[in-house]
């Protein structure tokens, strides 16, 4: 039994930063690649970042490469994901996943 805790959405201006965490308890998986999805109000949940257990690789949707970097603590049991250069379109509900392990969420949002 594995639980998933995502934090540090809000509000921000485009340009702005915000660094979310994602927290693992319980019976951790430590064989799969940990990832963050997203999803906009109508539209499909998509793919943003991923990386492995190790922390030694890592990959980007096209539409946040260079712009977003995931990273881990595994001491600490977690994930992290540095939002930089936000848009309007980065604005979102950001999940952590964890194989078939999802977390509640938290809302990004960015305006202009």
């Known amino acids: 039994q594995e639980q998933l805790a995502e934090s540090g959405g809000g509000l921000a201006q485009a340009g702005g930063s915000l660094r979310l965490s994602c927290v693992a308890s319980?019976?951790?998986?430590?064989?799969?690649?940990m990832g963050w999805y997203r999803q906009a109000p109508g539209k499909e949940r998509e793919f943003v970042a991923q990386i492995t257990w190790s922390g030694g690789a890592t990959h980007y949707a096209e539409s946040v490469k260079g712009r977003f970097t995931i990273s881990k603590d595994n001491a600490k049991n977690t994930v992290y994901l540095q939002m930089n250069n936000l848009k309007p379109d980065d604005t979102a509900i950001y999940y952590c996943?964890?194989?078939?392990?999802w977390g509640q969420g938290t809302q990004v949002t960015v305006s202009s």
């Open positions: 996943n964890d194989a078939l392990i």
């Open positions: 319980g019976d951790i998986f430590r064989t799969y690649d």
